[in-house]
């Protein structure tokens, strides 16, 4: 089995930073890429950023040049680093990994997601 786990979130003044992390534990084997959305109320599920296969990363316009996702796969973790925020950037973000097990086998995974609140 594997999890997905998000912590990072919280409360940050516009302008400030956040990180969050996504560690994937259990019988992992490797991430194979990995996503970042956020959903805030009353709107769709956005695609943030995301890191395929290659390491091949892209973000939305929205966030481009403020956020950096980057993994370290040794600790079998993903992390989206969030500087400059902005009220809008209030949400709830979630990872999605796909991930392949100690058996080999490759499966799309979700965290629960961690609230990030943007405010003065």
């Known amino acids: 089995q594997v999890q997905l786990v998000e912590s990072g979130g919280g409360l940050a003044q516009p302008g400030g930073s956040l990180t969050l992390s996504c560690v994937a534990s259990g019988s992992v084997f490797a991430i194979k890429a990995a996503n970042w959305y956020r959903q805030a109320p009353g709107k769709e599920r956005e695609l943030v950023a995301s890191i395929n296969v290659r390491s091949i990363i892209n973000y939305s316009d929205s966030v481009k040049g403020r956020f950096t996702i980057s993994r370290d796969s040794a600790k079998n973790t993903v992390y989206l680093q969030m500087n400059n925020l902005k009220t809008e950037d209030t949400a709830v973000y979630l990872c999605?990994?796909?991930?392949?097990?100690?058996?080999?086998?490759?499966?799309?995974?979700w965290g629960q997601g961690t609230q990030v609140t943007v405010s003065s």
């Open positions: 999605n990994a796909q991930i392949v097990t100690t058996q080999f086998q490759t499966s799309d995974y």
